[in-house]
């Protein structure tokens, strides 16, 4: 059995753990391969002091805070919404949710090229519409603010699908009879949902948050086709700055050092969701 | 004084109905307005692939095109630069789907026959969750210098072993979870006709399992399709694939909207087709962790 599982785990080790190896090793290492081809030299935790005082790592910090918050209220709120919305096994229903979640399985550089083109901020189509009913569009990809609110944005026309998927396939699991006793009750539909349902779907959603969450502070792809940071450094997200630290100015040790504090934080994430998953409800 | 009662109870009920009647409506204006959200960007994606070079950055824009040409395509695929685009995701998305495919259905079914006490078996949960959701970023550059180290940058096989490390783990937990369900008495019959492992896995197990490997296969091929991070930092040049060809637009001077399009449209509809004839498998992949199964 144990050949079995060989294969699999020799090249997990060689492509995840080794590599993950490495990167503590250079966090702790003083190079810059455009200074040098080997590493300098042991720094201790020269690279993390650094980092964590550096100005535009502490600014991706917050643009990563900002963009993955706000793309998470508002993917919430309407998934759930639409997750209720488009409950029921008609033909209609299920064409609508096939539909709705086309956006989920398109490349997320793919996306971000999209919405560049849909955002123009002359000659795009959003500020078409909106001059159509009387709004001045903003400079959308040019303004340092707007520019966050286009992420926010692409994410969630992206990713809401998810939302609505898992909380609609939790809402169907939820038995009849009980929706039933809450009715006889003299419940409101408002407070069935917010006294039965709610509860019930409480430790799904707080999944649901934590995985997207994780999923939209580690997307690079679609920042780097919709805005390649900019304007300025106005949408580093702490991911895109740790890659062009790392790839595009070859700081490796800067790069793993702020990575490894990225890192602690995903830990603690994951290890919410491993207890999640773990205990019964 | 009944007939006043009856009608009283008629007209609310009448109210009742013109309630109901403006929920639906509300119901069926908010799905329409959604629906909408979602497809008006595509099919504008698909309209600026076909529309004339001096019909862009028109203001207001050019939603409906005085003529369709195809010429964007005809452009995509008469470069050779993106035709060898085309080539390494193909060839990197068939490698990495393959070798995905079969270490890491040999490896659940290891793991699942194992007898693993529980205690382990959660903690290669652990490590599978772990992968998942880790900073990736973390390990690439690590693995661009191991990668430098061996020679294989700029290459297609540094995408696909790159990809593998994702791949091959998810796939696995995917199975696992298939395997553990799979009755044991369904190979027992095979044990007592004397059949060996490898002859039990082939003969007996592949079979019933067939439609997860088909799931775990379409999203491996999704995963790999639209991967950006691995490739874009190890193949810039000679091994680019789509991904990065698509993301290479914005950072070239002077946009070309017209090819620009036509490119996200040809990376985009492969994984549409998927969507829309697969659909339960590719929810099922994409979904898997935060669903139970």
Known sequence: MILFVVPAFIIVVAVQFYPLAYSAFLSVTDWVLTESQTPKGFVGLENFAKELSDETFRRSVRNSVYITGGALALQMTLGICLAYLTMGSSWRMRAIRTLLILPMVIAPVAAGTLWRILLNSRAGLVNHVLSVIGIKGPEWLAHPDWAIVSVILLDTWQWTPFVLLVVGAAIASIPDDLLEVAAIDGASRWQTFLYVELPLLMPLLLLTLVFRMLESLLSLDSIYSLTFGGPGYSTYTLTYYIYTLGLRSFNFGAAAASSWIFMVFASLSIGLVFWYQRRDW | ?293
């Open chain 2, 1 to 293: 004084m009944q007939l006043g009662e009856g009608l009283a109870k008629q007209a609310m009920k009448r109210q009742r109905s013109v309630k109901q009647r403006a929920l639906a409506l509300a119901h069926g204006f908010i799905l329409c307005i959604a629906c909408l959200v979602v497809l008006i960007p595509l099919a504008y994606l698909v309209i600026n692939s076909v529309k004339l070079p001096r019909e862009f950055l028109t203001v207001p824009p050019t939603i409906l095109p005085s003529a369709v040409t195809f010429e964007h395509y005809r452009d995509l695929f008469e470069d050779s630069k993106t035709l060898r685009h085309f080539r390494n995701s193909f060839t990197v998305t068939l490698w990495t789907t393959g070798i995905t495919i079969i270490c890491g259905t040999l490896a659940a079914y290891g793991l699942a026959r194992m007898r693993l006490a529980a205690k382990i078996l959660a903690g290669v949960t652990f490590v599978f969750l772990f992968i998942r959701f880790y900073p990736r970023v973390t390990t690439v550059i690590p693995y661009f210098l191991v990668m430098r180290e061996l020679d294989l940058l700029d290459t297609v096989w540094a995408i696909i072993i790159g990809q593998l490390g994702i791949t091959i783990p998810f796939v696995t937990w995917l199975m696992l979870v298939v395997f553990q369900d799979l009755p044991r008495e369904i190979e027992e019959a095979a044990v007592v006709d004397g059949a060996s492992v490898p002859q039990r896995f082939w003969r007996v197990v592949l079979p019933i399992v067939m439609p997860s490997v088909s799931a775990a296969a379409i999203l491996t091929a999704f995963l790999s399709w639209n991967e950006f991070l691995i490739a874009s930092s190890v193949a810039r040049r000679k091994a680019s694939v789509l991904s990065i060809a698509v993301a290479g637009f914005v950072s070239d001077k002077g946009i070309q909207w017209g090819p620009m399009a036509a490119m996200s449209v040809v990376m985009i509809l492969p994984m549409i087709v998927f969507a829309l004839f697969a659909q339960r498998y590719l929810i099922r992949g994409i979904t898997f962790g935060a669903v139970k199964g």
